[in-house]
């Protein structure tokens, strides 16, 4: 007969089974082994994915989604701590038969008696994983509110007279100028198309002395808004100092009207970072989709709106590795697709700003940003980045010790030396070609676009923009420029008469060059704006 000796994680079931407590590599998870020693080969359960914790309206659409492990496959199932999952309309439980380890559990319409703590459990002959997650649903009220139910059948809708005096006003243009700066009304009127000036301070100050009394009910006090930028590392974050009146008021995020779950964990898409009075929302990983308009709501009143637009561009010139002595400077210098008044630097994990180490410049295309690093020493030497929307990249410095005994200690003469292919030959000619070519666009309707190629050729080619193979070169709708072979067009505002196939052709004495692409404009969909008024609307008839 074997025996061994029971260690702190191990305990004898009820059934004289051995249970042996294992640590997952994803925090939660918590892990039992059966068997003393594993066979070869053979795993417990463990999760890859665990399901993540939710907040969502009444009515949408509810699931969780975990990726499970282990040899033999696991089974899987799902349980709630109140009550059975077994109606078949109200939960629908699948996997992935292409994966054959994702495991969904979905709540189609989402109701509040649904809302629980979750669990998965994933168990084989060796063992079991279980990990839980709790679903949290907002009541909107639609059954209680004969208001609401007009509303959503389409029958209560108040135009606002005072706007339709100047055409159509986008609903969105409300929410972003009720955050926004003084020095930004100019540009968020133009990017709108509102001309009245004057009506439109009239409107907004009467607008904002009513969100004042309403936010007045729930926050005690409220500053230091800072609208959303994009970090160094491809996030982007904003944030607000408030108090609440009651701690236990909840927070929620809205995006473009639909409501966002986020985590207090910052490895999550959406995060919440809160330090004493300070809320500090971030995204992580940017991609195209992540625009739109951002509002923070507590007790169903807007408290902040700000409005995103992820940067469309790129890098055509990266920055390179450079080595310079000590005491000397040393230059990063890299090229952008599309003009950007700012991009981010970053050294040894640290921002550079402008000042007594660091000199910043951009020239006056905004297209080639430099960061000066002066006087240069050894602890200067590491990894520097430059980022831009969601696109970074990154170089090193290497600072050489001086060994010269009549320069050492001196300041040297800086030397700029550009990190380009060594130039040609002016009798060199060659054909037109691109460089980089043009990309897929889809722009919203009303935002700004642009496009960007790089081409090369000697002579230097004469570049024609098409769309729809009509000329757009003598188009003043069209901002078009060619900066050392950096060709851009800037559409100020984008409608639905801009989508199409653009083209750009590059020819000289020697031949043709051409490269093609689509633009896609997307338009406003009004549910959205309805969802959001009457969402918020219910929303304070429910915390009253």
Known sequence: MKFFRKSKNEE????GQLKIKKKSSVPG??????VEELPAGMTTPDFIRKPIALTIQEGKLAFFKAIVSGNPKPTVHWTRNNGEITDPEKY???SDPTSNNEYYIEMPEVSPDQADTYKCIAANEYGKAVVTATLNVIEMGYKKSKAMQDARAGLLVEPNKAEKKDGEIDPRFWDVLMSANKKDYENICTEFGVTNFRWMLKTLNAKKVEREEEQAKFIEQLSNLKHIEVKPGGGAEFEIEMSLKDPNLKVFLFKDGEMIPFSLDSEEKHFLKKTGRRYTFGIKDLGGDDGGLYQVIVGGVPIFSTDFKVPMVDFLVKIQEVKATERQDAVFE???????????WVGKNQPCEQGEKFDIEVSEDMLIHRLVIKDCEKLD???YSASVGIKSCNAFLVVEVDNNPASKGKKKVHKLSMS???SKDCSFETVPSFLVPLKTHSSPESYECYMSCAVRGTPTPHVSWYRNN????????YLITNTCGVCSMVILRVGAKDSGEYKVIADNSLGRAECSTNLTVQGIKSIYFATLKYSIYNMCKIMH
């Open 420 to 422: 380009f292919t060594p």
């Open 92 to 94: 629908i439980i699948s």
């Open 29 to 34: 998870v918590m892990i039992t082994q059966f």
């Open 12 to 15: 004898p079931s009820a059934a």
């Open 470 to 477: 009509v000329s757009l070169n003598t188009n003043t709708n």
């Open 381 to 383: 030497g590491g990894i």
């Open 334 to 344: 890299c090229v952008l697709s599309s003009p950007m008044s700012k991009i981010h």
